[in-house]
């Protein structure tokens, strides 16, 4: 089947608005994750998903990132407000069960904050 | 290695050359450690894992190394081709938390 896909590829937007990304886990994946990958840098966690568990939402930068998981399938990362400092790669990663287990990246959204 | 800004620490090597990569971990407690390679433009991609209870795991042209004592994980790639031309990160993880990466090392292979 297809693996990870994340909408849209690229995005570029103004300062103080917010944008919305979307990742499709690989079906049949309970586990979902949201990094972050600034240029030249490693990834750095966001938020995590399991099945029905409340999310891991230790690794949001403010309360300006927000993400929801519907249905244990499609995830949306929402930033309000955006920031120049926002502008990064975000990558959506999903697993069969859990942390533990080999996770598949999506290609990512390039973010841009002018 | 480190990371000073921008700059990725990059390792250089000649086409059929054999490659070392290294990482420096950081929680003595980690029980579980992933290689992954990222292709410029690309999300990262899985290489290879290994668990605590080892200290050496083979793959297809790949090789990780474990040294608990010192906190240090090793990728060892064989006879490296154009393609491997990446960034290769580490990662660690313990009990079912998620997992913590590295900074990553760029690996540029000359044919």
């Known amino acids: 089947g297809a693996g990870v896909s994340q909408s849209p590829s690229n995005k570029v937007t103004e300062k103080g608005k917010d944008v919305e990304l979307r990742c499709d886990p690989i079906s049949g994946h309970t586990a979902l994750y949201w990094y972050r990958q600034s240029l030249g840098q490693g990834l750095e966690f966001l938020i995590y998903?399991?099945?029905?568990?409340?999310?891991?939402k230790s690794g949001l930068p403010s309360d300006r990132f927000s993400a929801e998981r519907t249905g244990g399938s499609v995830s949306t990362l929402t930033i309000q407000r955006t920031q120049q400092e926002d502008s990064a790669v975000y990558l959506c990663?999903?697993?069969?069960?859990?942390?533990?287990?080999?996770?598949?990246f999506g290609p990512g959204t390039r973010l841009l904050v002018l | 290695g480190e990371s000073v800004g921008l700059h990725l620490p990059t390792l250089s090597v000649q086409e059929g050359d054999n490659s070392i990569i290294n990482c420096a971990y950081s929680?003595?407690?980690?029980?579980?450690f992933i290689w992954y390679k990222q292709e410029s433009g690309k999300g990262p991609q899985f290489i290879i894992d290994i668990r605590s209870n080892m200290d050496k795991r083979q793959g297809q042209r790949v090789t990780v190394l474990l040294n608990k004592t010192v906190k240090h994980l090793s990728l060892q790639i064989a006879a490296t081709q154009p393609g491997d031309s990446a960034v290769y990160f580490c990662a660690e993880g313990l009990g079912y938390s998620t997992l913590t990466f590295g900074k990553g090392t760029m690996l540029l292979v000359s044919p």
């Open positions: 998903f399991q099945g029905n568990s409340a999310p891991d």
């Open positions: 990663a999903s697993s069969q069960n859990g942390a533990r287990e080999t996770q598949y």
């Open positions: 929680n003595s407690a980690s029980d579980y």
